[in-house]
């Protein structure tokens, strides 16, 4: 897969820890440079998910919000600081990702994700994130990760609860459709 040393000085010295650490080293590395993610939500899931998926050495990451952000986002949604209430989400997201790593190819996608533009967004990366808030993007992140064929990693919160569930239908494992097949009635579950 990796001929040669593909990583610049820098990026050795970057993932130092990640070089030294048994069975993860440079191979393991040249993967994740190698590998694209989407994460649907520049949120309370998706900060912390895209920036460590960034500090770690991703070498695509594409990210989906059309949201501006909020006051009350700070508290949890580390991508955005103070001076970023009003900024575009995506903006700001990209600006935090990029000062973090800047060998990290981003695709900043200001729309929301949608049944007509999830394919054509999700098209082409390795795996799907799932930090959305609401049960209709949910189902929509499942159906296109298994009509991709890619794994589709699902993050959800409630209160003081959390939960993270990995589901790879296409290697045989159910989806989240399969799980819950309807989704609650409106109101039912709070968002
Ligand atoms: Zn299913």
Redesign the pocket.
Known sequence: MNRGNPLTQEEEERYARHLALPSFGMEAQCRLKESSVLCIGAGGLGSPATMYLAAAGVGRIGIVDADTVDASNIQRQLLHVTSDVGRSKIQSAGDTLLAMNPNVELDLHEERFEPENAMALAKGYDLLLDGSDNFPTRYLSNDVA?LLRIPNVHGSIFRFEGQVTVFA?HMGA??Y??LFPDAPSEGAVPD
């Open positions: 298994v239908p159910p989806c459709r399969c």
